[in-house]
């Protein structure tokens, strides 16, 4: 959930070295044409809908759900996994990459309206090292440019991973050494995969990943801007 830019670039570069990544995508120049949304509301914020640029990609957007933290849905009904379009084809290429180790990549959050943040922050009753601060500075989710993500096998199980989605706790930390081989096996594919299609890693948040151009994307999107597209 937290956005933490001075952290990025090298809580990125530990999880390279841990992980030993496999050669880079091609970098997303911004001069090739990126896929717009069939939703022509969505498509006006420059947001899509992540099934449209991969369907294998599936979604369990806990916000829209009571399985959350704060224990009552947040999100309208029919609620969508969006992200920049950019940010969804750098998913799309993690997603392949773990599809080679019999892996599927599942959402548990994507574009998150600004007043759902400030929502989170005051459940959290303001721990900011678990959930951004929006009246500091605007969450990547927010964005569209932040993803929580997880893994599922190719026939939909659930992974054996770390923690369950908003555990705050030590475990939670991307650079945590679970005793378990099997769930640090995991962890490592997605971190690989993540930060081989060009996304950077949270340090309080395994599942927690920033596209690592962000910064091209600085306005939030409101809710309100967006809710007649679903």
Same mark, same amino acid.
């Not at 959930?1 to 990125?12: F, K, N």
């Not at 030993?20 to 120049?29: A, K, M």
């Not at 001069?31 to 990126?34: A, C, E, H, N, Y």
């Not at 939703?39 to 099934?51: G, M, T, Y």
């Given at each position: ?12 570069a530990l999880?390279l070295?841990q992980c ?10 911004h001069?090739?044409?990126?896929p717009v ?7 006006? =914020?420059? !947001? +899509? ?8 990609i599936?979604?369990? *957007?806990?916000y829209?759900?009571?399985? #959350?933290f ?7 009904a029919?609620f969508p996994?969006l992200?920049?379009?950019?940010t969804?084809?750098?998913l799309a290429?993690?997603?392949r990459?773990v599809?080679k180790?019999?892996? =599927?990549? !599942? +959402?548990w959050d994507?574009y998150?309206?600004p007043?759902?943040?400030?929502? *989170? ?5 303001? #721990?900011?090292t678990?959930?951004?601060?929006p009246r500091?500075a ?5 964005c569209?440019t932040?993803v929580?993500?997880t ?5 939909g199980?659930?992974?054996r991973?770390?923690t369950?989605?908003d ?9 945590y050494?679970h005793?378990?081989p099997?769930?640090?096996h #995991?962890?490592r594919v997605?971190?690989?995969a993540?930060?081989t299609?060009?996304?950077w ?8 990943y920033?596209?690592?151009d962000?910064k091209?994307y600085?306005g ?5 801007d967006?809710r007649s597209?679903?």
């Open positions: 959930m937290r956005l933490l830019p001075t952290l990025l670039p090298a809580a990125a999880m070295t030993r990544p496999s050669p880079p995508p091609p970098l997303i120049d001069q090739t044409p990126l949304s069939r939703n022509p509301v969505f498509a006006a =914020r420059d !947001l +899509i809908a992540v099934r449209e640029v991969d369907p294998t599936t979604a369990d *957007l806990r829209g759900t009571p399985d #959350n704060t224990g009552t849905p947040l999100y309208p029919k996994a992200l920049r379009p950019s969804a084809v750098r290429y993690a997603n990459i599809g180790q019999g892996f =599927r990549i !599942l +959402i994507a998150r309206p007043s759902v943040q400030m929502r *989170l922050f005051e459940a959290s009753q303001h #721990n900011d678990f959930v951004a601060n500091n605007p969450s990547q989710h927010s569209g932040a929580d993500v893994l599922v096998h190719l026939d199980r659930p992974a991973m770390p369950g989605f555990a705050f706790t030590p475990e939670a930390a991307s650079n050494l005793p378990d099997e769930i640090r #995991n962890l997605l971190q690989q993540m930060t299609a060009g996304f890693p949270l340090p309080a948040e395994w599942w927690h920033i596209d690592r962000y091209r600085p939030t999107i409101e809710l309100d967006i597209g679903f």
